[in-house]
């Protein structure tokens, strides 16, 4: 079997509305690029029907008993991803998957790790509450007090990184507080750390198909 070059992780609890068209989107996104890919699904102990519709797609699905957090979702992709770029992204369709050639391009030129930034311009401004805004940019201040280093969104979801980065250093947080754990230890570790603008919607309330 062909090693994928690339592994596109998809956390997902309780997202049977929107997993369906989020892994069709990523599959169409990924086939046309010139790169191998996998899907690998993680559902975190969903209750609905997340776990029958992501299998139903043809791609892997590993599956946590019960809701153990998103941190514990990610570790357990990031052990069972094959590729030597692994790209996480939400299961709840505020990502554009045709964003995935942006992240994936800065790694093949050398990065470390791409964040996708959100809030570049308005229209991503305008996906989430003043509030949501205000704390994200308190959290990157806090970040760039810790590291030295300006980062343009440090709560995104939507990563790729070198696998062998992730290897290097053990992932404790177990809910949404990975991605600020994620991104002070790859820039304290020195990791060539890049951000990119990357499309966000809405969450969605209804199914893309």
């Known amino acids: 079997m062909l090693v994928p070059a690339v592994s596109v992780v998809i956390p997902a609890f309780n997202e049977e509305r929107t997993i369906g068209a989020v892994i069709s989107e990523v599959q169409k996104a990924a086939?046309?690029?010139?790169?191998?890919?996998?899907?690998?699904?993680?559902?975190?102990?969903?209750?609905?029907?997340?776990?029958?519709?992501?299998?139903?797609?043809?791609?892997?699905?590993?599956?946590?008993?019960?809701?153990?957090?998103?941190?514990?979702?990610?570790?357990?992709?990031?052990?069972?991803a094959r590729g030597d770029i692994i790209v996480t992204i939400d299961a709840d369709g505020s990502h554009d998957p045709r964003d995935i050639g942006k992240l994936v391009r800065p790694i093949l030129e050398g990065a470390d790790v791409v964040l996708g930034c959100r809030f570049a311009d308005v229209q991503g401004q305008g996906t989430t509450t003043r509030l949501n805004l205000f704390g994200s940019s308190i959290i990157n201040a806090l970040i760039w007090l810790v590291t030295g280093k300006r980062i343009g969104d440090s709560q995104t979801g939507f990563r790729a990184f070198r696998k062998k980065i992730l290897q290097e250093f053990g992932i404790s947080s177990e809910g949404f507080e990975v991605e600020t754990e994620l991104t002070v230890k790859m820039l304290m570790n020195g990791?060539?750390?890049?951000?990119?603008?990357?499309?966000?919607?809405?969450?969605?309330t209804a199914p893309l198909d």
């Open 31 to 80: 086939s046309s690029g010139s790169v191998s890919y996998e899907i690998v699904v993680v559902d975190d102990g969903s209750v609905d029907k997340t776990r029958i519709v992501a299998k139903s797609r043809n791609v892997r699905v590993v599956c946590n008993e019960k809701n153990q957090g998103k941190g514990v979702a990610l570790r357990k992709g990031f052990e069972c």
């Open 191 to 204: 990791n060539d750390v890049r951000g990119v603008p990357i499309t966000i919607r809405r969450r969605l």
